[in-house]
């Protein structure tokens, strides 16, 4: 049934083909998305993705988007223990990603580097540092950053010398809807009518083929990593064939 803000959306289902349906709804309404990079203007719909769990997944939803004949973002984590932007099968997913389409960014996360405030300078260096690394995996890196897990002071304002997915015309002045937690199963997503300009984030590694609960999907996503890492380090360092470097 359809709901006074024009989507139907009951019951919320962290699927591929539930979101799929949420996109076809809000392209119905009449959004266009766009990217980070171009005016953020009526009638615009931001589709972001965090990457901080599943690469593998974000690939999977980027050609959902790219079926649909929609673009999205893709911020990865350049600093984080669970997955390599520079591992041949993540630079794979990127590549992949920019050929569908779609803008592929950094996600910062500041809890790598300081517990409180840093200064502009001090930020700004460490958020370049970063959009550097990821410049070395790819040469069509957007130049927006989004913060991972953003403390208050990262959040509803603007930087010198980046963009970030936070400024108020992204937050503040939009709607700003996000999956974070999976909180949709408490909190309805688009409760009211949206406003003429949307950014809808949504982190890869909460969905899936079918409907899981947070901390499972979590979990399978830390698992399906360390998996990975195991399978590659051991045909490398342990498996019969692997010859040590000199
Ligand atoms: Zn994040």
């Not at 199963?185 to 083929?209: C, M, N, V, Y």
């Amino acid at each position: 049934m359809s709901r006074s803000n024009g989507l139907s959306l009951e019951p919320v289902e962290f699927t591929y083909e539930w979101y799929r349906q949420l996109l076809e709804q809000l392209v119905a309404l009449g959004y266009e998305t766009g990217s980070f990079e171009d005016p953020f203007e009526d009638g615009d719909l931001l589709l972001r993705h965090d990457v901080d769990l599943s690469p593998r997944k974000a690939l999977e939803i980027g050609r959902i988007e790219a079926g649909l004949g929609l673009q999205s973002t893709y911020f990865f984590l350049v600093s984080n223990p669970l997955y390599n932007v520079f591992d041949a099968a993540c630079r794979t997913v990127i590549d992949e990603l920019i050929e569908l389409g779609h803008d592929v960014g950094v996600h910062f996360s500041t809890h790598q580097y300081w517990s409180q405030r840093p200064s502009e300078d001090e930020l700004l260096t460490r958020v370049n540092a970063e959009r550097s690394a990821l410049s070395l995996v790819t040469d069509d890196a957007c130049e927006p950053v989004s913060f991972h897990c953003p403390p208050e002071w990262a959040t509803d304002q603007p930087f010198d010398g980046f963009t970030s997915a936070y400024e108020p015309r992204f937050f503040s002045e939009a709607t700003y809807v996000a999956d974070s937690g999976q909180r949709w199963r408490r909190e309805r997503p688009f409760e009211k009518r949206p406003s003429a300009r949307i950014q809808l984030l949504t982190h890869p590694g909460l969905w899936g083929d079918s409907d899981l609960p947070y901390p499972e999907r979590v979990t399978s996503g830390i698992a399906e990593n360390v998996g990975y890492t195991e399978r590659f380090l051991t045909g490398q360092l342990l498996e019969d064939e692997f010859e040590p470097p000199v």
